[in-house]
């Protein structure tokens, strides 16, 4: 064949060399169809012309997905079956005869035809591919798309369809969408704050009980692109800031205890910690909050803590304070001598040690009132 010499190709190859030479769709159409990445590289070297339409032909035949080509009557309402490859054939248990050259009233069940035309028609007005899932009662699914094929005049003629078998991978999709709403529901079930947010601050997530505190705290949820520096002050921005710092520079956890005080009055220890999302370069892309409610042991910490103070007190006292009276009281003693001594130095004596024993006996009821006080707490 001469290098000028055209082909003028008829029926389903007329058709694909259309998709393929003439439309926008053509790489799409073949792609899809026969996932063989290197058929684009193929085509792109040679004029149309110089490819054996045949060849077109033998290339959708061969392709497991099914192929179909559906022409349009006049106003674009109504639809006839032109060509179908053999998947299509194996794919629907139909035979040629009973698809090619029939009206879609006259090929498909009644409970679909007019569910499948609306997808025909969408296409022909719309003049571009489109794309939908669909579902079978044998619980199998296709990803089906269709290409309309425009003649030199611009107007739609023909429908190219394609439908792949989706089924193994929508299965594993909804195992997918499954286990993420499993999880969904064990982080909501979670009583710790949760909040996932970009580098720059930006919230990507917040639990249930994220939206708690913020509701508690700010009288709003938070919502999802907000900053979250932007709901705190400068004082904890500041903070928040130099902690995001640290972990992108030490790639290690970060914690904080902090006091958050409610509108309300109620007073909430939480233990936040921050956690690194890092890329595979290993720069930080986002970060994880987790702020745990510690205000029981916190406040164990404390009543402990006033329990050591007290222990500290009397132990100062005992070693200190209370060792002036006691010595006070023996030297007195030892000084009282009611053979030697006049009475009234005697009666002197006395009355140093009663006073003595008067200050020892305050200092004992301070050491029981310290340790009477945190017993009173604890009751309260």
Request: hydrophobic content about 40%.
């Amino acid at each position: 064949m001469g290098e000028g010499t055209r082909y003028k190709p008829q029926g389903i190859s007329r058709f694909l060399l259309a998709a393929c030479g003439l439309q926008p769709m053509a790489k799409i159409l073949l792609y899809s169809s026969l996932n063989c990445i290197f058929l684009n590289a193929f085509i792109a070297p040679y004029p149309i012309r110089m490819i054996q339409p045949s060849l077109f032909q033998s290339l959708i035949e061969l392709t497991t997905e099914a192929v179909f080509i559906v022409r349009v009557q006049a106003g674009g309402k109504e639809f006839v079956m032109e060509y179908v490859n053999p998947a299509y054939l194996r794919k629907f248990g139909v035979t040629e005869d009973s698809v090619v050259g029939k009206e879609f009233k006259d090929m498909l069940h009644v409970n679909i035809v007019n569910a499948i035309r609306i997808r025909f028609i969408e296409c022909v007005e719309k003049g571009h591919s489109i794309s939908f899932e669909e579902d079978f009662e044998d619980q199998s699914a296709s990803l089906s798309e269709l290409f309309p094929i425009k003649d030199d005049d611009g107007r739609i003629t023909h429908v190219v369809g394609i439908s792949k078998d989706i089924s193994e991978l929508k299965n594993k999709r909804d195992q997918i969408a499954a286990s993420e709403r499993t999880l969904q529901s064990i982080i909501n079930s979670s009583d710790n704050v949760l909040i996932y947010m970009s580098k720059d601050s930006n919230i990507k997530y917040a639990n249930r009980k994220a939206q708690q505190h913020a509701i508690k705290m700010f009288g709003r949820p938070f919502m999802i692109g907000d900053k979250l520096t932007d709901y705190y002050s400068d004082e904890e921005k500041t903070l928040g800031v130099e902690h995001g710092r640290i972990l992108a520079e030490q790639k290690a956890t970060v914690t904080h205890e902090h006091m958050v005080e409610y509108p309300d009055g109620e007073r909430v220890w939480f233990l936040r910690r921050y956690y690194g999302v890092f890329d595979d370069s290993g720069d930080l892309s986002g970060i994880v909050i987790a702020s745990i409610n510690i205000t029981n042991r916190k406040e164990q910490e404390m009543q402990i803590q006033k329990h050591l103070d007290a222990l500290k007190e009397i132990a100062k006292i005992q070693s200190h304070e209370i060792r002036r009276p006691v010595a006070n009281i023996i030297g007195l003693t030892d000084l009282m001598d009611f053979k030697q001594k006049t009475v009234a130095e005697n009666e002197q004596i006395l009355q140093y040690l009663r006073t003595s024993a008067l200050e020892l006996d305050q200092i004992i009821s301070r050491i029981v009132d310290k340790t009477q006080f945190d017993g009173e707490k604890e009751t309260e």
